[in-house]
């Protein structure tokens, strides 16, 4: 097999190659490394070779549904035994994971051949994917914008054909977000469906979920059978189904109602390209025989952006807290996550809790939204793929920040209430460009992202769906016959492509 012959194969594909004999684990093993050989430079999209890992997987004989598919995990929450999980920050460099996670597992478990991580951005806090630690990764459909994040180098590797699928989490879009910027399909799964054990129990509260991004629905859906399930002493235990999502996924999902929205719940511009692919997807749902109409959610975007921000920055302020006592240095995180450290510290734990107690609100509205509706469609992004620092703080703002940072006196001004107005402000500025995603982490509702639209200037831009909660089958379904009613997986960059 060359690999103009492997990029032609999902995950699945590959896997029945390998049964039939007709390649070898080791010879797809090299196909992947020499990929990722080609792609670096333009991508940057691993930020550790696991090389000897895999090379002492193929020691022992391989089972599972993936047995001897190439494979990259992400750097976070992904944790490989014997090595240190980065989370994109140099102040984690040496944090060396004393055992394999649940999900880590099962991708062994399932065959799977890990021979690298994904980098991501520090803490994987951001849309796009940028750490100093590791460099900025680059979208292989154009090197001048963002791949997305924070699962930005899994959605690069995938969309340079160095892997058919990668392990990607999700805590705000993160598998969504850059399977949209990358043309791929991306689903977050419903809360407590896979476990994040055992080095933790309820990563952001509940609103992070583990899985994948693929170039196929049927990979993720085998993917997810592989994962499902908890281990003894997670918060959450979602049931599994009763068919597996392989089976499930093949069946017809029959007619739909489907409510859309091209609004931007935080009051915020949507692009036209972006109203452009909701309303096209609308259009091929409409003519599969689905029942499509204009409607939203009865949910207060604004509060639900505020109440995420708030757990976001008390997370920060918990991970720096828990990095510095293991020995990591303040200056060792970048200034961002300084900065969110800082604020998340000075929220008290009563104003936290009460943004934790509207999460509920939040639920109840998609619940009654769900009522009349299967699913829910969006725009991913409200915009095009962004340029690299299209948004970061402008240079003032950023040296405001480092020099308050400095001298110490953001946290006074932060637990003064003299900074009240900053929050409403870090959520608009930060969540302009990706305000869609944030309701299914917050609901704890399975979520996806399908390639469905290209901007004029050739970029991809998928849409969301969002269903209700433990739907994965039925999202799967739809993915499913959208992906025969429009077909993407050949769809790659044309550098990928060329001999």
């Known amino acids: 097999m060359n690999f103009s012959e492997y990029v032609k194969h999902d995950a699945v594909g590959l896997a029945e190659r390998l049964a039939r004999r007709e390649v070898t684990a080791d010879e797809l093993l090299t196909l992947a490394l020499r990929a990722s050989e080609r792609a670096q430079p333009k991508t940057n999209a691993i930020c550790r070779m696991m090389e000897k890992e895999a090379r002492g997987q193929l020691v022992k004989p391989l089972t599972g549904a993936f047995a001897g598919v190439p494979f990259l995990i992400k750097d976070i929450a992904q944790d490989y035994a014997g090595l240190p999980t980065s989370n994109g920050s140099r102040a984690m460099l040496n944090a060396v994971a004393p055992e394999h996670s649940h999900v880590v597992k099962c991708f062994l478990d399932a065959g799977l051949v890990i021979f690298g991580k994904t980098n991501l951005p520090e803490l994987g806090l951001k849309g796009v994917t940028d750490p100093q630690a590791f460099g900025r990764t680059c979208n292989p459909w ?230 009349r509706y299967d699913l829910l469609l969006t725009p991913t992004l409200a915009h095009r793929p962004i340029r690299h620092g299209q948004g970061d703080p402008a240079a003032a703002e950023q040296a405001l920040l480092k020099l308050l940072d400095r001298i110490g006196l953001l946290g006074l001004l932060m637990r003064s209430g003299l900074f009240d107005g900053v929050i409403d402000k870090i959520a608009r500025d930060s969540l302009q460009y990706v305000p869609f995603t944030q309701a299914a982490n917050l609901t704890g509702t399975p979520a996806m992202g399908v390639p469905l639209h290209w901007t004029a200037g050739g970029l991809p831009l998928g849409v969301q769906f969002v269903a209700k909660l433990g739907e994965e089958a039925r999202l799967l379904q739809l993915a499913h016959q959208l992906e025969n009613a429009q077909p993407w997986f050949d769809r790659l960059p044309a550098w990928v492509t060329q001999s």
């Open 142 to 371: 154009n090197g001048e914008h963002t791949p997305g994040g924070s699962s930005g180098g899994a959605a690069a590797a995938v969309a340079s054909g160095v892997v058919p699928m990668a392990g990607a989490s999700d805590g705000g879009g993160s598998i969504r977000i850059p399977a949209a910027c990358c043309g791929l399909f991306g689903l977050k799964p419903s809360r407590g469906l896979i476990s994040i054990g055992p080095g933790g129990g309820e990563h952001w509260f509940g609103a992070t979920s583990q899985g994948v991004i693929s170039r196929s629905v049927r990979d993720t859906a085998l993917a997810l059978d592989a994962v499902v399930g908890g281990e003894a002493g997670d918060p959450f235990l979602a049931a599994r189904p009763a068919e597996t999502y392989a089976q499930s996924m093949a069946r017809d999902p029959g007619r739909l109602r489907i409510g859309f929205t091209s609004t931007s719940p935080i009051g915020t511009d949507v692009h036209g390209e972006a109203k452009a692919a909701v309303e096209n997807a609308a259009t091929l749902l409409r003519s599969l025989g689905h029942e499509v109409e204009e409607a939203s959610p009865d949910i207060d975007g604004a509060a639900l952006a505020k109440a995420f921000l708030h757990v976001y920055f008390g997370q920060v302020a918990a991970a720096v807290a828990q990095a510095r006592a293991n020995g990591a240095k303040r200056g060792d995180f970048e200034l961002l996550s300084r900065v969110l450290a800082t604020i998340g510290g000075a929220i008290s734990a009563g104003a936290l809790t009460t943004q934790l107690l509207k999460w509920n609100e939040f639920a109840r509205g998609l619940a009654r939204f769900h009522q």
